[in-house]
C-alpha cells in the first residue's frame, strides 16, 4: 500500500512471520529512493493464517490506513484502523459475524457521497461481496455470492 503524506512517500504492508501478524513500513525522500523498512509492533496472533498467508488486506483513505482482517478464533470479519503508519492500530470491531472467512481482498472508494471499504471474501467456499462505510451513509448493497449470481450488467 503506498501513499502521499503531505509530499512524503509512504509504503505500508502486513504479513506473517510465521508466528506473528507483522506491519511495515517505509518512508521515501522524494527522489524514488524508498529507505529501509521499519517493523512496527506485531499487530495480532489472532489473524486466521490459511497456508502461511494471512487473511487480511489493507486500504488507505489519506494518510488513514485500514485494515480488515479474519479472526484466528472465529473466522469473522473484523475492522481496526491505523492513524500513524501502521505503528499503532485500534481496538478492532467485528462486521461480518457467523462466516468461514478464507479469503478477503478489499479497496477504498468513494459511493454515493460515502467512503466505503469495499471487500470480496470467501465465506466457506461461497464468494461475498459488501462495503463498510468509513465515512457518510451509502446506498445500500444488494449481497449475494458470485455462485448464484455470476452475471453482472453494466449501464
Known sequence: MSYDDGGTARIAWVGYDGTNIMAW??????SNDIGSPTEATALSDDVHVNNETAIMTL???GTTLHMLFANSADQDIYYSKSDDDGANWDASTEIEDAITCNFLCGDIYERDGATV????YDD????KYNEYALTGTPIAVFMNSYRQRHQFSIG
Open 25 to 30: 513500513r517505509a518512508t521515501g525522500d522524494g
Open 59 to 61: 486500504g488507505v483513505d
Open 117 to 120: 471499504f469495499a471487500y470480496l
Open 124 to 127: 466457506a467456499g461461497a464468494t
